[in-house]
């Protein structure tokens, strides 16, 4: 079983609409969870960090089930500059490494 | 946010040629950094973890001797491609983690290394 496995994508959705994603991890040891996004040829950069209570920033929604080792991130009025790709990410910091595990990514495409 | 820099962004070489990467936090200090690299369509996998001062980590399947990693200040490490092939080709990203408290510090990525190897 891979350690961070993502939706497939990739998700092709109208301006406006409410999209979610789904990623579930396989190391119950991990301790913190973020959401990434990775322009096209570009670095990720972080988008969240998601917290156990779940969390808001605008438009954004993340959510963590540690039972179910699962992530979520909601995403309301989606914009054109949207479109990109979402990685869900995991840190085992049980190790202390500080080490961060990338999931394959999902690809959204917000249409006009 | 802080600022990582990598040079160069872009590189071709020919097969057999070494070639070395930058990455440079540019308003911070960074005591551990890391090397990634993303194939197309794949996930960022970590290659090694690069402590200033000590020896880079390398994760399994990733050839000490053929990625050589050096950190020698709180500001910089390098990541040496030798003996480059065209299966190196790919997308080599580097993160610098903020040194301080043990509460987690936000890792910072550099644009990364477009290497192409004819």
């Known amino acids: 079983r891979k350690e961070v496995e993502q939706d497939p994508g990739p998700f092709n959705v109208p301006e406006g609409a409410t999209v979610a994603f789904n990623c579930t991890y396989s190391n119950s040891a991990s301790q913190s969870f973020f959401w990434y996004r990775q322009d096209c040829r570009k670095e990720p950069k972080l988008l969240m960090s998601?917290?156990?209570s779940g969390n808001e920033d605008g438009r954004f929604t993340a959510q963590l089930n540690r039972a179910s080792q699962y992530i979520s991130l909601l995403i309301r009025d989606s914009k054109l500059s949207d479109s990109a790709t979402y990685l869900c990410?995991?840190?085992?910091?049980?190790?202390?490494?500080?080490?961060?595990?990338f999931g394959k990514g999902t690809k959204l495409s917000v249409i006009p | 946010g802080a600022v990582v820099s990598q040079h160069p962004s872009w590189v071709i070489c020919k097969s057999g040629t070494s070639v070395k990467i930058e990455c440079r936090s540019l308003d911070f200090q960074a005591t551990t950094m890391f090397w990634y690299r993303q194939f197309p369509k794949q996930s960022l996998m970590l290659m090694a973890t690069s402590n200033e001062g000590s020896k880079a980590t390398y994760e399994q399947g990733v050839e000490k001797d053929k990625f050589l990693i050096n950190h020698a200040s709180l500001t910089l490490s390098t990541l040496t491609v030798t003996s480059a092939h065209p299966e190196d080709s790919s997308f080599y990203i580097c993160?610098?983690?903020?040194?301080?408290?043990?509460?987690?510090?936000?890792?910072?990525f550099g644009p990364g290394t477009r290497l192409t190897v004819l």
């Open positions: 998601v917290y156990s």
């Open positions: 990410v995991v840190e085992p910091r049980g190790a202390g490494s500080y080490q961060l595990t």
């Open positions: 993160s610098a983690r903020t040194s301080g408290s043990d509460s987690y510090n936000e890792q910072f």
